[in-house]
Every structure is written in structure tokens, then in C-alpha cells.
């Protein structure tokens, strides 16, 4: 069909469902979002895959911690990974389950293609396996920790059925030389080379010994491991063994974080050419966000949450941050400090007050019109070719990924109408015709940079980009603009401005991120069981006042789960203020066993020097966490009292022990 659109299919991994998604999941996602939108906008049909991996031991223990069947609970936690994906605006066109049927289908296809090829037998395996990351680690010898999460392995030996990836070494290595772009970038690729140089071994893909997975045809003891399970599911989101059928397989870009790189260019293909199918064109594999410098982790306690920064900031300063703070492909820090600097200074001080400054000034002087530009200055003509050449370079540089870049261009591109405005002074020229005509040149070059910049940014900040789109009056939705049709002088003069609205507001620092950190302490880190029906309801009709005003007391919990948290009476040794936190003080407390240093909201309720010498309670068994940049390791306990929540520390009428336990 001469009109049929070009077809662009990529993909995120397919992330686990035991645990919680954080802002590392959030930035691949985002990433893919973020290329979706751009080659929508270059015309192409395009289909974005993310979805959730949810066979495994990991899984199997999980759900038995939470106490419900593991279909119950991945079925809960898909939805959770699935909502947030739809909340933050960055949707899957394919959502895939590995516990859909569609899903099971392609994997025994799969595994019976490749048997019938040759490349599957039966035997024995005994190594050393890391049930964090699902994998025999080869590395390892008993007793040894595994070298990539540093968790302990355990010895298993196993019947299983194996993949011959040792046929692969010299496909592999013919596929890398002949397509030099399937790795990227360079780095990886070389690390890759080095690796299947080293020689390959055979890969056992099934397991006896776990139960939650999908069964192999006509072996129903057996399972498939969880990577011949979980890198099938690119395939089976788009048609399966039908893939022909809807044209988008093979994938033109998988986008991965470096610990999965090896699975995705080194396993996926040979079980792919195993199978006589097509191979991916792309796996592209990005650096980590990390926190006080180590890659986040629900166990170091240290993960960021996306909802909290999307509620405070907005998603499009979450998404300007991640794409503009890191090279992609390298490795960065997050910080919520940089996050709300980078706001006010690139958003809300950058393109909101540009946006908000021209309409204003078009408002004022146009009658709310684009005004026709007269002759034209130097001055002019230099800002219009910076403008159209930024269009070529942002757009070589989204198709390169470089996206740090393509914002640096745009950014430079608003900082130069910044200058061209304050040296053009528009606002200081009088009313006569020259005056009149010579400010409508001004601000007709400011709007149609602002055109420009609106249609380059999209991709990354879709939301507020279609706020400035409105404003500037323009016709349609700006995600359905022909980017490569864009060029200076598209703007129509005589064309009403929109509404004004509300583009990236000033925030106070402090503030902001303080509001950031307490949304993020009081959600849950660890998968929360679903609700099941036989749940306790709270008592209907309790006549006290005391009860009316109180809160209604939370489903039951078992001795067990008490006894799990860990409460000590703690002696209060120094206590301080933190600078630009007014909530918090800086405790540091005798437990008895140790002294700590313990972050405590209650500053506003209770003098430092006071509190010194002051016996309390503390939580002692919680995982560290950071407030305000400052480590807390541990919890004081107070009744929060009022409307206000003051809190009121627990303490004690007779003498204790320091270190004595609370139960
Ligand atoms: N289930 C496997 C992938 C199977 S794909 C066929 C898996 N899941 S995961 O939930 O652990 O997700 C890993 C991916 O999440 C990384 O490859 C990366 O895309 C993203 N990230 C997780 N933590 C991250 C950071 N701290 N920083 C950046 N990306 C991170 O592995």
C-alpha cells in the first residue's frame, strides 16, 4: 500500500513484578516515551511495548510473604506498574504479562523451533545461582557471593533442558561485524565482542526447581527459566507466532539498562537465529541513576519514587531532568537538589517566562495577535538561522539518542531570544509607525522562535509544550505536527493567541523538596499484599467521641509482624536544626548498643537543647534513609496530635534503660 506508514516498534524491558517501580524504571520508560512521540512525529506508525516479568523464584517467595496465590499477587502488581505507566502519561501501545496466554503460546513455539533445529538437549546442571537475578553464576564458586548484586548464591544442581549458545560464538560475532549499530553505544559493543571472544557456553533454559513459570510442551516438570521466558515477550506483544501478520517484529530498538545488556545482544539473538527468525536491528543499553552513588535498590534503601516529583514538579520537569542531567548511556546522580534547580532555572525562569513574557507582550501591543514582522536587522536574521539551524541539529541529534544535547541546542536557542529581547528592548520603544513596526518584527521573531523551540521540545515535554502551542495560538495537535516539515517562517501573522496558562511556576527549593521527601516516606517501598476479601472491617458505629475523632483502626496484623519491628528506648545525646529544613532536627541517640544519628520532623513542636538527655523511643530496624541530604538511621515515635499532626514524643513516668526493648 504506497500510503501505509513507515512502522517503528520499540520496547523497554519487561520489568519485574517483585518490586515497586522507581524513577530508574521511570527513565527507561520515559526514554521510550520519549522516541515514540518524536517518530510519531517524523510519520512513522509506532508501537511501544513495556509489560511486566512475572515468573520466577523471586516471585514464588514473594507472594508467599504477602501471603496470597502468586497469580493474585502478580495480577496486583501489574496493575500497579501498568497504572502508574498510564498516570505519568508515558502509556504502553502493548502492555505484555508473562502470564498471559498469548505470551505462553510464543515461548513453546519458540523452544520448539529452536529444538527442531537442533539447538536444545536434555542434562545435568550444578552451579552456583543468584535467585536476586535469576542466573547461574558462572563466576562463583560455592559459598561465594554473586559478583554482580553482591547477595549470597546457593548450590543447585538440576535436570534441565539446555540452549547450545556455544553454535553462537561465530554468528554472533559475523551479526556485531556486519550490523556495527545492533550494540550501542561503542563501549558496550566492545565489551560485548570481548565477551562472546571469551567463548560461550551452553545455557540451560529450563528448571525443575521452581514451579511458577510456564511449562515446557509435553515436560510438565519442567519450567522455562526466566530469560528465554521474559525476552520472548518483545515478541509475543506483537503477534507471537503471527508476528508476520501485524509487521512490527523484528523490534527496530530495544532500550535496556547496562545490567541486562548481555541477555538482550547476546542470548536474545542466538535464540532468535536458533529459531530461524528475524534479529532486532537495535539494543541500546543506557547508564544508571544513582544515588549517593550506588544503583538503586529497595534493599540499600535508597530508591526514588517518579509519583512525588510528578506531583510536585510536574512529569515534564521529571522527564527534563532525567534527559538533560545524564548522557544517556552514562551513568548519573540523582539529586532532588539539581532536580528543583534545574526547574526553576531552565523551565520556569527558560521557556515559561519566554512563553509567558511574549504573549504578554503580544497581548499588550498587538491586539493578541501574531504581529507582521517589517524589514528585517541583522540582529534578526542572525537569531532566524541559529532557529533553523538548531531544527537540523536537535533532530540529528534525537535520532543519535544524544538527548542531552538536542536540550542543550534548544535551551541555547531560549537563551539567545532572552538576549536578543534584552538588547532589542521591545517594551522601551515608543508608538510611533517606525517604533510600532520595528516591535513587531521583535516579537514576531520571538514567537516564531518560541514556534520553533515548542515543536523540538515536544518529545520531551509534552504537556507543557502543548500548553505554549495553544498560547501561541497554532492550529491542531502539536504531536501530530510533520517535524521534518518544519522550517523559519511558519508562523501565520494575524493568528490569535490562545489562553494563557500556567507554565512551570516558580518554587520555593526548600519547600519543594521537602514535600517531595514526605510524600516519598510515606509510600510504601515493598509490595503491599492485595486486599482480600475476608478483611476485617472497621467497627461500624462507635459511639465516643474519642473514636469519632480518631482515625479508624487499620486491618489486623498477627504477633509476628509486630515482633518485626524493633523498638528500643533511646537516649537523646545532641540534638540541632538543619539548615533550610524547618521541620527537621538532627538527633543523634544512645540505643544502647550503639549511638545514632536519626532525622526527626519535629522541629517546629521542640526546642534542640531541650531534647538532650531526653529518653524516647526509637525504631531501630528500619532501613536508613536520606532526609534533606542528611542520613537517618532510625525513628523516633510520637502520637500525632490535632488537626495539625503535632507530634507528642513517647516517653516514659519511670526510670528505663537505655537499650531496653519495647514490646
Ligand atoms: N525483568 C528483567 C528484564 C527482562 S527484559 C526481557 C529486569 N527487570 S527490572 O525490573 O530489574 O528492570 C531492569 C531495568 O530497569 C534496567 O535494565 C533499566 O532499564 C531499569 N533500571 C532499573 N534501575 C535503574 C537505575 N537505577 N537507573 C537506570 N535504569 C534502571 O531486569
New binding site residues.
Given amino acids: 500500500m504506497p500510503n501505509e506508514k513507515p512502522k517503528f516498534y520499540l520496547t523497554?524491558?519487561?520489568?519485574?513484578t517483585n518490586?515497586l517501580p522507581?524513577?530508574?524504571?521511570t527513565?527507561?520508560t520515559v526514554v521510550a516515551d520519549t522516541i515514540r512521540r518524536y517518530k510519531r512525529m517524523l510519520g512513522y506508525e509506532v508501537v511501544m511495548t513495556t509489560g511486566t516479568?512475572e515468573h520466577g523464584v523471586n516471585v514464588e517467595r514473594a507472594a508467599k510473604n504477602a501471603g496470597v496465590p502468586e497469580s493474585e499477587f502478580v495480577a496486583n502488581m501489574a496493575e500497579t506498574w501498568r497504572a502508574l505507566w498510564d498516570e505519568l502519561g508515558v502509556p504502553a501501545d502493548e502492555f505484555i504479562r508473562t502470564t498471559e496466554v498469548r505470551h505462553a503460546r510464543t515461548v513453546q513455539w519458540l523452544f520448539k523451533r529452536c529444538r527442531e533445529n537442533g539447538y536444545i538437549y536434555p542434562g545435568h546442571y550444578t552451579g552456583q545461582y543468584c535467585i536476586y537475578d535469576n542466573a547461574f553464576v558462572t563466576e562463583a564458586k560455592p559459598g561465594e557471593n554473586c559478583p554482580d548484586c553482591g547477595r549470597p548464591t546457593e548450590t543447585l544442581t538440576e535436570e534441565n533442558y539446555f540452549f547450545k549458545l556455544s553454535a553462537f560464538q561465530k554468528p554472533l560475532l559475523d551479526f556485531y561485524q556486519k550490523n556495527p549499530d545492533f550494540i550501542r553505544p561503542e563501549s558496550r559493543r566492545n565489551e560485548m565482542i570481548s565477551f562472546v571472544e571469551g567463548g560461550l557456553k551452553d545455557l540451560s533454559i529450563t528448571r525443575t526447581t521452581v514451579r511458577w513459570g510456564i511449562p515446557v510442551p509435553a515436560e510438565e516438570s519442567h519450567v522455562f527459566y526466566v530469560?528465554f521466558d521474559?525476552?520472548t515477550?518483545?515478541l509475543s506483544a506483537v503477534g507471537g507466532p503471527e508476528y508476520e501478520r501485524r509487521g512490527f517484529w523484528p523490534a527496530d530498538l530495544h532500550?535496556?539498562?547496562k545490567?541486562?545488556i548481555r541477555?538482550?545482544t547476546v542470548y536474545w539473538p542466538a535464540f532468535l537465529m536458533a529459531a530461524m527468525l528475524p534479529l532486532p536491528k537495535q539494543v541500546w543499553a543506557?547508564?544508571?541513576?544513582?544515588m549517593d552513588a550506588a544503583?538503586?535498590s529497595k534493599s540499600k534503601g535508597n530508591v526514588v519514587l517518579p509519583r512525588p516529583i510528578a506531583n510536585v514538579l510536574g512529569m515534564d520537569a521529571m522527564r527534563y531532568f532525567l534527559l538533560r542531567e545524564v548522557v544517556f548511556g552514562q551513568d548519573g546522580n540523582f539529586s532532588y537538589d539539581a532536580l528543583v534547580q534545574r526547574y526553576n532555572s531552565d523551565l520556569a525562569n527558560g521557556l515559561g517566562n519566554l512563553a509567558s513574557r511574549t504573549a504578554a507582550m503580544i497581548e499588550k501591543n498587538c491586539g493578541g495577535k501574531i504581529p507582521k514582522p517589517a524589514a528585517l536587522q541583522p540582529q534578526d536574521t542572525a537569531l532566524a538561522k541559529q532557529a533553523q539551524n538548531a531544527i537540523g541539529e536537535v533532530m540529528e541529534h534525537y535520532n543519535k539518542l544524544t538527548f542531552s544535547r538536542a536540550l542543550e541546542e534548544i535551551w541555547a536557542l531560549i537563551g539567545a531570544t532572552d538576549k536578543y529581547l534584552t538588547s532589542e528592548q521591545p517594551w522601551s520603544l515608543g508608538n510611533t509607525e517606525a517604533d510600532q513596526a520595528r516591535r513587531a518584527t521583535i516579537l514576531y521573531t520571538t514567537a516564531e522562535v518560541l514556534h520553533i523551540v515548542t515543536a523540538l521540545a515536544h518529545p520531551v515535554l509534552p504537556e507543557s509544550t502543548a500548553k505554549v502551542w495553544i498560547l501561541l495560538g497554532q492550529p491542531g495537535q502539536l504531536g501530530s505536527l510533520n517535524l521534518d516539515g518544519l522550517r523559519w517562517g511558519q508562523i501565520q501573522p494575524g493568528a490569535a493567541l490562545g489562553k494563557s496558562q500556567a507554565l512551570f511556576p516558580r518554587i520555593d527549593k526548600a519547600e519543594a523538596i521537602e514535600r517531595m521527601e514526605a510524600m516519598e516516606n510515606e509510600t510504601p517501598k515493598q509490595p503491599v499484599p492485595a486486599a482480600t476479601s475476608n478483611a476485617p472491617a472497621s467497627t461500624p458505629g462507635a459511639g465516643s467521641a474519642a473514636a469519632a475523632a480518631a482515625p479508624a483502626i487499620s486491618e489486623k496484623i498477627g504477633i509476628e509482624d509486630f515482633a518485626k519491628v524493633e523498638m528500643r528506648v533511646g537516649l537523646v545525646k545532641t540534638a540541632e536544626r538543619i539548615v533550610g529544613a524547618d521541620k527537621l532536627l538532627k538527633l543523634t541517640v544512645d540505643i544502647g548498643s550503639e549511638v545514632r544519628q536519626i532525622c526527626a520532623g519535629i522541629a517546629q513542636y521542640y526546642e534542640p537543647e531541650k531534647l538532650i538527655g531526653r529518653k524516647v523511643v526509637v525504631v531501630v530496624n528500619l532501613v536508613p534513609r536520606k532526609l534533606r541530604g542528611v542520613e537517618s538511621n532510625g525513628m523516633i515515635v510520637a502520637a500525632t496530635v490535632g488537626p495539625e499532626g503535632r507530634p507528642v514524643l513517647a516517653s516514659f513516668t519511670e526510670d528505663v534503660e537505655v537499650g531496653a526493648r519495647l514490646k
Fill in positions: 523497554t524491558p519487561i520489568y519485574y518490586g522507581h524513577i530508574g524504571h527513565y527507561t516479568d530469560w521474559a525476552l515477550a518483545y532500550l535496556v539498562g545490567d541486562i541477555f538482550h543506557h547508564g544508571w541513576f544513582l544503583k538503586m
